[in-house]
């Protein structure tokens, strides 16, 4: 059995924070670059941020600053710690492994295994 299993998430006001978890099982992270995405209420999934296997991040503009990405690959975890959260920050948040062990993916095509996401709400 193969799953990446979100969660973590929740309904927050606008300023507050959440942190996400990702925990893997039937499959190791350690060796692999990890990413978010998130899909909002009539719009398509975009790429939130990601992490290679020794810890260096990459983020998308708009939540570069606010969200922090980080991985325990002992526990075979990989998380995402929100902050200052507004509402077009709602949306459905996946995690995802990457498909290259060299490199770090910032679209959907780069990742091979999904979850199946945890919904973050921000009210204003």
């Known amino acids: 059995q193969v799953q990446l299993v979100e969660s973590g998430g929740g309904l927050v006001q606008a300023g507050g924070s959440l942190r996400l978890s990702c925990a893997a099982s039937g499959l190791t992270l350690s060796s692999y670059a990890m990413g978010w995405f998130r899909r909002a209420p009539g719009k398509e999934r975009e790429f939130v941020a990601a992490?290679?296997?020794?810890?260096?991040?990459y983020y998308a503009d708009s939540v570069k600053g606010r969200f922090t990405i980080s991985r325990d690959n002992a526990k075979n975890t990989v998380y995402l710690q929100m902050n200052s959260l507004k509402p077009e920050d709602t949306a459905v948040y996946y995690c995802?492994?990457?498909?290259?062990?060299?490199?770090?993916?910032?679209?959907?095509?780069?990742?091979?295994?999904w979850g199946q996401g945890t919904q973050v709400t921000v009210s204003s």
């Open positions: 995802a492994r990457g498909r290259s062990i060299l490199f770090i993916p910032d679209t959907a095509g780069g990742y091979d295994y």
């Open positions: 992490i290679r296997s020794g810890g260096t991040p």
